[in-house]
């Protein structure tokens, strides 16, 4: 059962900057797309043409009101979110001038509880964390499509060997680079403990899915004995290459949240190497193939959903 999916739409219009609730979306009907999600929770914002990452990157703290995630993990926003703390006893928060270390409660313990697994790595003392959301979601203003909800987090994968970075420390360094090959392969950097943390975090039942270059999944997939399951949810993608991407589910009981459709079945293990075959010999262009779509531009607070607008002007 799709719960509300999205592709499109979070409506916001700052029209009212004094708080309240937003009017409960509309009841959904019953196996609808994400796309179709997204357009009838955004519907009454239809004449709001502002760009919503102007209005949501501007914001520097989050609202009083209960946690939720908004929308779809690309076109939403975070009602209530909670910061996680600068450093912990098994992390730390990097790039702290961009202020995205903003989540649901359920993203904050996750990350915690998966440091504190990354700790009992040979080599590791926990985790590099870097951006989750904005103190209220939506569109950031630069980089991540996604990271709207409070959903999305990039962990580094570099080795954290000290967790008393200072803050220009954790403006300066960088992660660690994982693969070669335009990343088809992993490089002598990737270790059995980088795979045993992303192991880990997909077997928690709180994980939708994990983002990394293909090589990697390709590596876990040749490494992996036993149980294959968690494999389904490592996603071959580019880009991911020094950081991995953790993408939860939907909270339960979270009505405006829209989920994303579920992976396929199998342990995407063909597919991935079908990444990397492709990575090594493209494929010709094909003749015939349409042009692909010009580029879209910043999304707008009519592809919001409508509650988004008393997210941003709320207390």
């Known amino acids: ?3 509300k999916t999205a592709t499109a739409a ?4 700052l029209a009212a900057c004094g708080g309240g609730t937003a009017p409960p979306a509309p009841a959904p009907a019953l196996h609808e797309s994400p796309d179709q999600a997204l357009a009838r929770m955004s519907a009454s914002n239809a004449g709001d043409t502002r760009v919503a990452r102007s209005l949501f990157g501007a914001v520097s703290g989050p609202t009083s009101q209960a946690p ?3 929308g779809f993990y690309s076109r939403g926003c975070l009602a209530g979110a909670v910061a996680l703390p600068e450093t912990g006893a098994t992390w730390q928060a990097m790039r702290l001038s961009r202020n995205r270390n903003w989540g649901t409660p359920e993203l904050i313990s996750f990350l915690q509880d998966l440091s504190r697994f990354a700790a009992t790595q040979p080599g590791w003392q926990g985790l590099y964390i870097g951006d989750l959301g904005q103190p209220r979601g939506g ?3 630069t980089g991540h499509a996604s990271h709207q909800v409070g959903l999305d987090a990039d962990i580094w994968m570099r080795a954290p060997d000290r967790l008393n970075l200072t803050r220009a420390e954790r403006e300066s360094i960088s992660s660690t680079l994982m693969a070669r090959n335009s990343g088809a392969y992993t490089n002598a950097a990737w270790t059995p403990q980088h795979e045993a943390i992303l192991r880990h975090a997909a077997q928690d039942p709180r994980v939708e899915r994990i983002f990394i270059f293909p090589g990697a999944k390709v ?15 490592i996603r071959p993608l580019g880009g991911h290459d020094t950081h991995f991407h ?3 589910a939907c909270p339960a009981g979270d009505p405006s949240c829209v989920t994303q459709d579920p992976v396929p079945p199998g342990d995407g293990c063909a597919e991935a190497q079908q990444w990397v075959d492709n ?9 015939n193939a349409p042009p692909p779509p010009p580029p879209r531009g910043p999304v707008l607070m009519n592809e919001l959903p409508a509650q988004c607008l008393a997210v941003l002007g709320s207390n």
Not at 219 to 233: I, Y
Not at 279 to 287: E, H, K, L, T
Request: some cysteine; hydrophobic content about 50%; glycine content about 2%.
């Open 219 to 233: 590596a876990m997939c040749a490494n992996t004995t036993g149980d294959r399951s968690w494999l389904s949810k």
């Open 1 to 3: 059962m799709i719960r």
């Open 246 to 248: 953790v993408r939860l």
């Open 68 to 70: 939720e995630a908004i």
């Open 139 to 141: 569109p950031a203003l």
């Open 10 to 13: 979070l409506v916001l219009l």
């Open 279 to 287: 990575i090594i010999n493209p494929p010709p262009r094909d003749p």
